[in-house]
Structures are given as structure tokens and as C-alpha cells.
Nanobody, 125 residues
Framework: QVQLVESGGGSVQAGGSLKLSCAAS????????MGWFRQAPGKEREFVAA????????LYADSMKGRFTTSKDNAKKTVYLQMNNLKPEDTAMYSC??????????????????WGQGTQVTVSS
């Protein structure tokens, strides 16, 4: 089993920045990749970014490229999502997820096996 705990959410003004963290525990050696997703009220869960654990290769949704960056700290078993130039439409619950198996498509929600509870990000105009 893998447990994931997100932190770092909050309220910021448009143009501001936040850095989210996702700490993993349990059988973390089984993790092949970590992903970030978000869900706004009344909308579907949306892919944000992902990082392959061993290689560090990243994947981003087009709307997040150039603004969001995901990274990892192997020693802390933690992944991060640095969010810059935030926009009101970025307001959502942000969740991290862990994939226990290798996958060619990390932007697919159903590829992930473990999920955190999420952390709220609110961006005001």
C-alpha cells in the first residue's frame, strides 16, 4: 500500500505562485510515476502534470506548460508542483496520485492506483 499526503494549497491572487507537496509513504519502492490532477466544482478531474520516478521525465498538460513545474526529492519521497502565474481558472482541488506499474500514458487518470486527499488552491482576480 502507498499513502499520499498533499500540502501547500491556499488562496492567492492572480499572478501569484504556490508550491504543492505530495509526500509518499508505505511501499514507495513500487512507485513508477507520480501524477497531479485537479478538479473544479462541477467539472471533470483534469490532468495537470506527471513525473516518472526513476528517470525524472515529466509530462504536462498543454495549458500548464511554462507555468507549472513538477519535480521530486527521492530522499524525502516527495513530489512537488510549482505553480507560477496562477489564474482564476486554476482554482481547483489538486490531488497527487501514484502509479504502481509502468505506463506509457501518464495523462490517463485510470493509470493511477493510489490517491491523496487533495489540497485546495483558490486564485482570486
Amino acid at each position: 500500500q502507498v499513502q499520499l499526503v498533499e500540502s501547500g494549497g491556499g488562496s492567492v491572487q492572480a499572478g501569484g505562485s504556490l508550491k504543492l507537496s505530495c509526500a509518499a509513504s508505505g511501499r514507495t519502492f513500487t512507485i513508477h510515476a507520480m501524477g497531479w490532477f485537479r478538479q473544479a466544482p462541477g467539472k471533470e478531474r483534469e490532468f495537470v502534470a506527471a513525473i516518472r520516478w526513476n528517470s525524472g521525465i515529466t509530462l504536462y498538460a498543454d495549458s500548464m506548460k511554462g507555468r507549472f513545474t513538477t519535480s521530486k526529492d527521492n530522499a524525502k519521497k516527495t513530489v512537488y508542483l510549482q505553480m507560477n502565474n496562477l489564474k482564476p481558472e486554476d482554482t481547483a482541488m489538486y490531488s497527487c496520485a501514484a502509479d504502481r506499474d509502468w505506463s506509457a500514458r501518464l495523462d490517463f487518470l485510470n493509470e493511477y492506483d493510489y490517491w491523496g486527499q487533495g489540497t485546495q488552491v483558490t486564485v482570486s482576480s
